[in-house]
Structure formats: C-alpha cells, structure tokens
C-alpha cells in the first residue's frame, strides 16, 4: 500500500484474496472518468501504422501540445512518461544541490540522488495545512540549487499561485525552477504555461493521469530552448512509441473531455470532503487535485492498520508515512463516482468502528442481456432465466426499460405494457405490472410510434421528434427499475436491438446507459444461425466505452444447430480477443409454445406450421404491414389439427377454413395496402362465394366494417374517413381515449366463458348488427352475420379459451365434412413450457459462472 502503483494493484489483490478487478483501487490517482472513448478505435484503426518506428522527433504530439498550451516547440520536449525526463533535469541544470518542500513525490529525491546532488528538505508545516511558505522557501536559495516543487503536491493537493512562483523565479535567476504540474489539468487554475515565464523556470507536464492511460508513459518539459537542447541530447532515441504519440495527439485536442473531467473531479472532490471530513477520527486536507490527503486522529490505530481493514473490505488506499514530512497517521485516496466514494465512506466507517448509519438499499442480484441486434432471442432467453432463478427460490421480475413492438397486453390494473416482458413475468409467476417495460413504443407509420409512458399513452412522435427533444424519458425508466429493485431478490434485464447503435448511443435508455445506471454485468446474446456472430461480439466490444466493456461479462450463442465440439476454436479466438468468454450455446428451440416477441418471428415463418397428418382445417392469417398482438393465435400452433398459415398475396390464399384479420397499429394504413395488393378484393370475394369463415380482432373487426374515421389524427391524418371491406354492418371512429381494460366474457352461440383485453382507440357501432361476444358487465364485446361465416370481436386473447378454441375448431371441421373431435385436444398452459424452455437454457448455459457473476454464489 506505499511506493509506485505499478504492480502494487496485483499484490493488493493478493493479500485481499480477491482478484484485481474485484478491489476498489483509490490508491491510484488516475482520470476516474477513465480513458476517452477515442482511444480504443484509435488504436485499433491505426495498429498498422502504430508498431512501425517511432517519429524521433515526436512531431505531431509536440505540435499537439504547443497548440494545446500556446507555447513555442521549440520549448517543448516529449518524454516517456514526465518521470523520464524528471531523471534527466538534475544532470544537465548543472547544479550542486536540490531543494525540495516535503512532504513531495519521493522521486524528485532520488533524481537528485542519482545525480549527486545532496537534497535539503524544507518541512511544510501541518499547522498551515502544508501550504508552502515561500518566504521561508526563499531563505534557502543561493542560486547554486535546484527548487523542485508540485503544483497541486503529491501527496497534499495544495497548489501554489502560478503568479507567486513566476515572481519568486524572478526574484533568484540563478535558480533553477523546477514545477511539477503533473496533476494541474485536474483544477481551474492558472498554470505557469499561461504566464510569460523566466528563463530559469521548468516546467513538467503529465498527460498519463489525467487521461488514464498510465501504461502509454506520455510527459513533457517545458523549458527555454538551452535547456530542451541538452535534455535531447541524453533523452535516449525513440522514448515516446508511436502509440503514446498518436494517443497524445489526440487526446490534447480533446477539450470536451477535458472540460468534463474538471467538472466531475470538482463536484465528486466536494463529496468526498464531506463524505471523509464528517467521520469522527479522520481529518481531510481540501486539496485541489483527484485525490485527497487524510489525517487519522485516533490513538492506537495506524494508517497502515487502517488501509489492512480497509483492503479486507475490498478497498485500497495509499498509506503515506514514506513522504518525507508524514507519518504513520497519513493515508492518500484517490476521487472516484459518487456510489464509490460512498462505498470508501463505509468501509473508513467500518474500520474505525462506527455505525455508518442506515444501510444502504438492498441490491438486487442482477443480469442484463444485450444482443447484437433484434430478433437475436433475447426474450425468450430472459424468460428462460427468469424461471431458472425462481426455481432456485429467489423472488425474480423482468425488466426492460423500453420496447418497441407492436404486441402489447393490459395489465389488471388497466396499464398497457410490451407482450414479451408480460410473458417474462409468468415465467417469474408474478402478476405483470407497467414497471416492468416502463416505456412502450407501437410503431403506426415507417418511422413515427405511438409513446406509451407506465401502461398510459402520452401521444403520437416520429422517432427523430423522440429521439431529439425532451424524451425518452429516462428517469421514468430508472424510477420504475429502482422501485421493483426495492420489492425482489433478483431481476432480469432486457436490452433491445443492440448497444453498439453508435448513432443511437448517447440518448439510448435501454441497453449500455440503463446497466451503468443499475450498474448491472451484461451478456451479450448472438443469434448465431443468421451467421457473422463471432465477428459480431469482437465488433460490439470494439465500439463500446470502457466503462461500457467493464459490464460485459460474457457472451451467449444462440439457436445453434450442430455439434457444440466445432464453435470451440472460435470461443477462444473471442476471448483471446475481447477478454470475455462465451458462457453457453443455446439450441435452437422450436414448438415451445411460447408468444413471439414481436412481428419479425411472426413473418419469419415460426407460425407457419407444418401441414399436420391425418384431418385437419385450414387457418390462415393476413399479414397486415402493421400488425399487433398476433399473439392470439399463439395458443391455435398448438392444436393438433390445425394448419395455421400466413398469407401475403392474393395467390397464397386458396381457401381456407377460415380467414384471420389480426390487429394492427395503422388501420386505415393496412386497409389501403390490402385493397393495393388486391387482398382486399380476394377476401370479400371469399366471403361470398366459399366456406371460408372470415374472423376479424380488434383492428380486424374495424376492416371488415363499413367505415373507419380517423378525426383526431390518431393513426393517419386528421379527419380522413375510409371505407371498410363491408363484410360486418358496422361503422368505427377512431377516438382520443385509448380504451385499456381486462376482459371477462361469453360467447354467445357457444356459451363459452372467454377471457382476455381490450386495447384499442376505435368506438364500434352498428345498430342492425347482433351481439356475438358480451362482456360481465353486459356491454357487447364483438359481432358477426347471422350465418356466423364473417364476425369480429375487440377481445385480445380470444382463443386462448381452451373450451371456445375446441368448439370453434370443431364449427371448421363439420363445415368442411368433417367429424368434431368433440373433446379439449391441446391445454393452453404455458408452464410446461416455461420448464421446458428452462431446462434447456440451463443445459446450455454456464450457470454456475452466470450465478457468481450475479453475486448469487
């Protein structure tokens, strides 16, 4: 816990038993902010042109650092790293001794050493706060020394006016100057670089901490042009690699990131004082650079048996009683986030032995998957650990902070939320509830969505409108993750399309923003029988942040057909690569009997099943442009004697036993596409010529009305009015209200109980048109024609009734010839297939590592 960090971090974690990236290193006083985004494309960019040899000259860095500090090149020199040239000063200052405030970096002492020159400490005193006295400094210069100062200091934080240090050089012209402005880009002060400065003023310049890239060892001097010429004439060729050259090059031009980290450091640096200063025992020194000074003011307790406990906790600080000027009472702590340095506020607490108040919230176990793009089965594999992690007994909900899909649901309460995390709460065996996809979007035109907002709608935006004003409103998102993080043992979290959306990034609420927010590990899932899914996860980890990359814990094959000895190889080419493994290869899972999570699986063919063996009826379903809810067929792919197809063109049709009008986002937008294809024309012409029973749901039962009025613009522009297929004697006009409820119902001729919800803005009306569907309350729910061969019906779910579905089937069967099975054939449960769906995933995946990156083991 003293000397150079380098290395240190490894025998920390060492003697903690923990690995590396497991402590809490605050002995480091690095950029908490971490590298620039920039580097790592940077890097991976330019590699070719990056092991080459180096620039000798270093010219576009110094040309870099010139622009950047408004100094001449001429007076600038690059170093490997400032402690390089720090080595070099004393040997060709050509003077006879060093002066040195203390306590201070312990190398400016050994460059002085190593370079024969005896050291004179002047003590700064504790009583001022370390403040220099430069009068008293002043009295020890002869004009034969070297004064060798650091502003901020190491380890104090205390700056000195760059104005005060300019007169004092002035003042003794044969004193060789020496500042050391290693961590002066972390404060708004002024710098010696600002000023027009005396010939005998030196000043040094690390670009290694400030930008976090320690590894790289990038400094500078500043000097008159006597001084740069002997320093580069014993600075060894080629010190600065081509890597360190072009990084620093860049990153002196970075002003937005340097902006940012002044005002991080300010802010995290004023908690951190408060945070330290109000623990009974500890004294902080305010300093003005990332890392602070601390004073244990307790008898009997050591900083070294402090910084013990603290490291058993998990948490590194530096001890300092090796400056010159300390003792066994001083530590340094770096400043790091906000939850980190209150992380380091209960520990200090812990290890003194106060209470350190309420505790914090309970932190739920958490995972994240992240894809590499849609439809890559992320739904599908969170419902399968939902119900993996309730079977280990842990109180477990979903959670996706923003869905876009046309499949939606209404809560008991009325909310209307995205269909997929509806089915991810049944696998958790928890009532669905709005919080858990706090955000909904239904797309109803090619790039504009209805916004729905916990269960309610908000309005109608195109997605440059949402994407670029006030929404998505992310801290409803965090609300509701914070609320069910309060009420369960785990949740499992669904991020959508993919996190390496580099136009999409910064004002993403669901993927990379919402798990540093919960601060949640993430597992990255490819589909790998679309192809390109190693190349895939090496790509997305290239176009992450650092901070970004550190939550990626993993990755997950997807729908893998074939033997799991071949993808070995490419497993360890993604770790060699990334530095991640992959933790599973799912199968690919068919006949779950589990809703789709959006329209993609549903034209992709998953509903297109098989022609069964044996009797059976047709069904066939229309493929509208903007389909909803075509989840109430789901429960229809399970029965035995049912071909359920879809049907895009006049031509795919035939005729079938019955013909599904699904329901859609863009009503009168699907009507006009239907009557474009010539669809429209082929369906009335079924209705009346053939045997074809024509069903239409929600928006369905609107198109084959007589009329649809859209007054309000809600779904195409404002007051346009259409007419319908006419197959129903009916007429709908779309109103402001969106209607939003749970449904208990019968249905009429079969006097079968029904249940499901309504979610739709239309208001239906015909007054010649008989009852088919009635709600408890009394209120008619659907309509049909006498002969019961055209009908439609605002109930969602209307077949997952398994008494209705059998009896509708068996209606199909006797129209076509044949005879009615007459009994239930297939039990709408999902709870077998939630288990089998579950003992799949867990045979592919690696649970116990998965378990432990959760913290559950």
């Not at 004073?295 to 490291?311: H, N, P, V, W, Y």
Request: proline share 7%; charged share 25%.
């Amino acid at each position: 816990m003293t000397g150079r960090h380098g290395g240190n971090i490894a025998r920390l974690a060492a003697a903690a038993g923990r690995p590396a990236g497991e402590l809490l290193d605050f002995s480091a006083n690095l950029n908490p902010l971490g590298p620039p985004e920039w580097l790592r494309p940077l890097v991976s960019s330019r590699l070719s042109d990056l092991v080459h040899y180096p620039d000798p000259e270093n010219s576009a860095v110094t040309a870099a650092f010139s622009g950047a500090f408004g100094v001449p090149e001429e007076d600038v020199l690059m170093g490997n790293g400032s402690t390089e040239i720090l080595y070099l000063l004393p040997s060709v200052l050509e003077k006879r001794r060093a002066v040195i405030p203390v306590p201070a970096y312990v190398d400016y002492a050994v460059a002085a050493d190593l370079a024969g020159l005896p050291v004179e400490a002047i003590p700064l005193q504790e009583a001022r706060g370390f403040v220099p006295d430069l009068a008293v400094i002043e009295k020890t210069l002869k004009g034969d020394e070297i004064l060798l100062i650091g502003t901020p200091n190491n380890p104090t934080g205390v700056s000195v006016p760059a104005a005060d240090l300019k007169a004092l050089a002035l003042r003794h012209p044969d004193t060789a100057v020496v500042v050391d402005e290693a961590f002066a880009d972390f404060t708004d002060e002024e710098s010696l670089l600002d000023l027009e400065r005396p010939s005998n003023v030196i000043v040094l310049r690390s670009l290694t901490k400030f930008y976090a890239i320690p590894g790289l060892r990038l400094g500078a001097v500043v000097a008159s042009p006597e001084v740069i010429g002997r320093l580069r004439r014993r600075i060894p060729p080629w010190s600065v690699n081509s890597l360190a050259q072009a990084v620093g090059a860049a990153a002196l031009g970075d002003r937005a990131y340097a902006e940012e980290t002044r005002r991080f450091v300010r802010k995290r640096r004023e908690e951190l004082v408060a945070e330290i200063g109000a623990i009974p025992g500890l004294f902080v020194y305010p300093g003005k650079a990332n890392f602070l000074l601390v004073r244990i003011d307790r008898k009997g307790l050591t900083a070294s048996e402090l910084a013990q406990l603290c490291l058993d906790d998990g948490i590194a600080v530096r001890v300092c009683h090796n400056f010159a000027g300390l003792d066994g009472r001083f530590f340094r702590i770096a400043v790091r986030t906000a939850d980190e340095n209150a992380r380091l506020g209960r520990s200090l607490r812990k290890a003194l032995g106060i209470p350190a108040g309420p505790p914090p919230r309970r932190r739920p176990a958490l995972i994240m998957l992240q894809g590499t793009g849609s439809n890559a089965g992320k739904s599908i594999l969170t419902a399968g650990l939902c119900r993996i992690l309730l079977q280990e007994g842990l109180r477990v909900a979903p959670f996706k902070a923003q869905n876009m899909s046309l499949n939606s649901y209404v809560t008991r309460d009325g909310g209307e939320m995205g269909r997929a995390q509806v089915v991810q709460a049944q696998a958790c065996r928890i009532d669905p509830d709005v919080r858990m996809n706090p955000v909904l979007l239904k797309p109803n035109s090619d790039t504009g969505s209805q916004v729905i907002v916990l269960g309610k709608p908000v309005g109608n935006m195109d997605f440059w409108e949402y994407s670029r004003g006030n929404a998505p409103p992310f801290a409803t998102a965090k609300e509701a993750f914070d609320a069910l993080s309060a009420e369960y043992d785990a949740i499992v979290m669904e991020g959508a399309g993919s996190p390496g959306e580099v136009n999409l990034k910064k004002r993403d609420i669901v993927n990379m923003n919402m798990a540093l927010y919960a601060k949640a590990p993430v597992l990255i899932v490819g589909d790998i029988d679309r192809g390109g899914v190693y190349a895939s996860f090496v790509g997305h980890m290239e176009v992450l942040s650092e901070r970004e990359r550190a939550l990626v814990k993993g990755f997950i094959v997807n729908r893998f057909r074939g033997q799991e000895a071949f993808l070995a190889e490419a497993h360890d080419y993604v770790l060699s690569h990334t530095g991640r493994p992959v933790l599973g290869v799912v199968p690919f899972l068919r006949d779950l009997g589990l809703p789709e999570e959006d329209s993609v699986s549903f034209r992709d063919g998953l509903i297109d099943g098989r022609r069964p063996e044996g009797d059976h009826v047709d069904i066939a379903v229309v493929d509208l442009p903007h389909i909803s809810n075509f989840t109430d067929l789901d429960s229809l792919r399970i029965e035995p004697d049912v071909r359920l197809r879809v049907v895009r063109n006049p031509a795919e049709m035939g005729e079938p036993d019955a013909l599904i009008l699904p329901g859609s986002k863009n009503v009168i937008g699907d009507l006009v596409a239907l009557e474009e294809s010539g669809m429209a024309a082929r369906i009335v012409a079924l209705a009346r010529e053939s045997r074809t029973e024509i069903i239409g749901i929600c928006g369905g039962l609107q198109i084959l009305g007589r009329r649809i009025a859209d007054p309000f613009g809600i779904e195409s522009e404002a007051g346009r009015s259409v007419e319908g297929l006419g197959l129903l004697p009916v007429q709908t006009e779309l109103a402001r209200e969106k209607t939003l409820m749970r449904v208990s119902a019968r249905h009429l001729p079969s006097g079968c109980a029904l249940y499901g919800y309504e979610i739709h803005h239309g208001r239906t009306e015909g007054g010649d048109a008989p009852p088919l569907i009635r709600r408890d309350d009394g209120e008619a729910l659907g309509t049909g024609i006498p002969d019961g061969r055209a009908w439609g019906t605002y109930l969602h779910g209307i077949f997952d009734a398994d008494p209705f579905r059998r009896w509708f089937i068996d209606r199909l069967r006797e129209r076509r010839g044949l005879s009615p099975l007459g009994r239930i054939a297939a039990n709408y449960d999902l709870e077998p297939a939630f288990d089998r769906l579950a003992a799949a995933v867990r045979k592919g995946l690696q649970m116990d590592a998965i378990y432990r990156i959760m913290g559950i083991r």
